[in-house]
């Protein structure tokens, strides 16, 4: 699975900004896709993730501000950020994971995309 990242950008506190996320290649069985973050100096983070069932999981931190959307037949992720805060200025990656059978055993992949510099100023 490849996984491409756009968006982010520069934007003042307050304001908004969105991220894409485009995956390809061997997508069947992608089952969750995901946006994580790594501020400098901390560990990367989950920010929220969507399960193939619609299912939603997001950081305390930006519940209420943060949307993440999906459309399985595109194998496109969305992530609409607003009311952005300085402390959300790190390096966002989309994040893939996905499910094979083989030999009858379920075998578990993860996959990253590049990283895209979120930077709220205050």
């Known amino acids: 699975v490849q996984l491409q990242a756009s968006g982010g950008g520069l934007v003042q506190a307050g304001g908004y900004l969105s991220l894409s996320c485009a995956a390809s290649?061997?997508?069947?069985?992608?089952?969750?896709m995901g946006w994580y973050r790594q501020a400098p100096g901390k560990e990367r983070e989950l920010v929220a993730g969507i399960w193939n069932n619609g299912n939603t999981k997001y950081a305390d931190s930006v519940k209420g501000r943060f949307t993440i959307s999906r459309d399985n037949a595109k194998n496109l992720m969305d992530l609409q950020m607003n009311s952005l805060k300085p402390e959300d200025t790190a390096v966002y990656y989309c994040?893939?994971?996905?499910?094979?059978?083989?030999?009858?055993?379920?075998?578990?992949?993860?996959?990253w995309g590049q990283g895209t510099l979120v930077t709220v100023s205050s």
């Open positions: 290649g061997s997508t069947v069985g992608m089952y969750f």
């Open positions: 994040n893939a994971q996905t499910v094979v059978v083989i030999d009858g055993r379920a075998r578990e992949y993860n996959y």
